[in-house]
């Protein structure tokens, strides 16, 4: 493809959408309208198959009766029911309870103690474990970090059905009085079961001094032929790769890529944080050549891209130039990938604050200040993912397709997986690989999903959550062996499009390209 071309699709990837910072100013029509009425009809109840430990994989029906918002928590009421027969001991293989703002892409998980037990219901066997019987309700509670009091609606994932969206928060005085006479731990036996219908109840735990809660933010990657910017909280990163901004072995730009930092200059402007208006221009090569010369190449390339910066931005930005070599690549090297692997490693960044609401009312109550064109509000709850818009079976396992649902800064694509055999299956969806993909976002339960904007070319990777130190979590339950005739739903995550975007291709990993897939 030509220069021109690429310069196009580097300003598609700036213009169309990809990047979530305020300033913009094309925002949906309905936005002036106001927020949605945020109305509370608990309970709000998903059922579906979920993965045990035993293989016994069966219904369950997860039940959110209550969201509090206290002085000090937020406190999660909710009821499981096992409808379905099943025998001895099992264990839910579910994820971690988590809480998402589909505005801000906070993400925040439930208080444990030193030993990693949760808050809140206490096990009656003190290891973590409950009593569970076909037919009978268990009732509990989970204490999480307090949420900013803008925040109004979250997404609630970790139940192994899939993401439950437009889950109210109440501002309460005080939370729920505890239950008076709990008697889970008078059926900790299979031979001693409680009545069918009958409610178990836990003693309680409040968080104490011990108490730690993991919080974070929703990092996306999005793509294009020259490009890609990675969102991670606050801050933003736009990577131009190399190979179409400088000749090889050279730092000087071409005139074609000079255009494209230009314009990428006027994003900057745009978008960077003003009261911390730092952009750290941050040089990278693959991994050929010692270190020294990849250390020097990379900090002379950073440093042109720089002065170009200041020529178009002026000297009201603070600039920091690195050079990290070979250090920090982004995709695996040495593998049947590798010439696409050391392409995208080879890349200039721009890592910089993105500009948050100014502090007016407005933007505060209803959180749009934090975003741009691609936000929406809140998607409703709802426990129908819709019409299956596409199938795909491969070796015995069904592939069902939903439309992508907006919900704030985020599409949730439903997905749902059947083992058509009668036979237990692995389904093999675990890193399916993308020729020179970012690692990061290539991993785990649908790692190997995109969707692909027709008009713009974007790719815009499966979301992760980020809690720091290194620890990331998918969206998407971890699939165990899918049981014969069972249907499991899971869900992925992506940034947001562009308002425009009607449909978009669906890349299902070992499933295909799958085209032509709703956005509503």
Not at 29 to 57: A, C, L, M, N
Not at 327 to 336: C, D, M, Y
Request: with cysteine; hydrophobic share 35%; charged share 25%.
């Amino acid at each position: 493809m030509a220069r021109n071309g690429r310069v196009f699709s580097l300003i598609a990837l700036l213009v169309a959408g990809c990047v979530l910072v305020s300033g913009c100013s094309v925002v949906m029509s309905w936005v002036s309208d106001g927020p949605p009425v945020v109305r509370e009809e608990f309970p709000y109840v998903k059922e579906g198959t979920i993965f045990q430990d035993t293989g016994q994989d069966t219904t369950m029906r997860f039940a959110i009766t209550g969201l509090e918002r206290t002085d000090e928590y937020t406190v999660l009421h909710y009821e499981i029911t096992y409808p379905e027969e099943f025998e001895g001991a099992n264990r839910n293989l579910s994820m971690t309870y988590t809480l998402v703002d589909p505005i801000t892409g906070r993400v925040y998980r439930p208080y444990v103690d030193d030993q990693g037990f949760k808050y809140g219901s206490v096990s009656p066997t003190g290891n973590g474990l409950y009593p569970v019987f076909p037919g009978v309700t268990n009732e509990y509670r989970r204490y999480f970090p307090r949420l900013p009091d803008q925040v109004r609606q979250v997404t609630f994932v970790g139940s192994g059905l899939g993401a439950m969206t437009g889950i109210p928060v109440q501002d309460v005085e005080e939370e729920r009085p505890e239950p008076q006479a709990p008697n889970g731990e008078q059926h900790l036996s299979v031979d001693d079961p409680p009545s069918s219908g009958e409610k178990l109840t836990f003693a309680n735990r409040r968080p104490d001094e011990d108490a730690v809660a993991a919080e974070g933010w929703v990092e996306s990657f999005v793509d294009s032929e020259i490009a890609s910017v990675t969102r991670d909280g606050d801050t933003e990163t736009i990577s131009l790769h190399s190979d179409v901004m400088f000749e090889f072995d050279r730092a000087d730009l071409t005139p074609e890529a000079e255009a494209v930092v230009r314009r990428a200059a006027e994003t900057l402007e745009r978008n960077v944080d003003p009261d911390n208006p730092e952009i750290i221009i941050i040089g990278h090569t693959d991994g050929k050549g010692s270190d020294a010369y990849n250390d020097d190449l990379s900090v002379r390339r950073a440093e042109t891209v720089r002065n170009l910066l200041v020529e178009e931005m002026g000297t009201g930005y603070t600039y920091v130039v690195e050079g990290r070599g070979s250090r920090e690549p982004i995709a695996r090297e040495g593998g049947p990938d590798d010439e696409q692997a050391r392409a995208r490693n080879r890349r200039v960044e721009f890592s910089y604050t993105i500009r948050m609401p100014d502090g007016g009312e407005e933007a505060t109550d209803d959180g749009l200040g934090v975003a741009g064109q691609n936000v929406s509000w809140p998607a409703p709850f709802t426990d129908d993912p819709g019409d299956v818009v596409a199938s795909v079976e491969r070796e015995g396992v069904r592939l069902d397709v939903y439309p992508l649902r907006r919900d704030g800064a985020f599409v949730v694509g439903t997905v749902t997986f059947t083992n058509t055999t009668d036979a237990p299956l692995d389904p093999g969806l675990d890193g399916a690989a993308v020729a020179g993909g970012p690692e990061r976002f290539s991993k785990g339960t649908l790692g190997g999903f995109q969707v692909v904007e027709p008009e713009s070319g974007l790719v815009r990777y499966v979301a992760q959550m980020n809690f720091g130190d290194g620890v990331y979590s998918s969206f998407a339950e971890e699939v165990h062996r899918l049981q014969p005739g069972r249907t499991y739903e899971l869900v992925a995550v992506f940034s947001a499009p562009g308002s425009e975007v009607e449909q978009v291709t669906l890349r299902a990993g070992v499933f295909g390209e799958i085209p032509e897939v709703p956005v509503e």
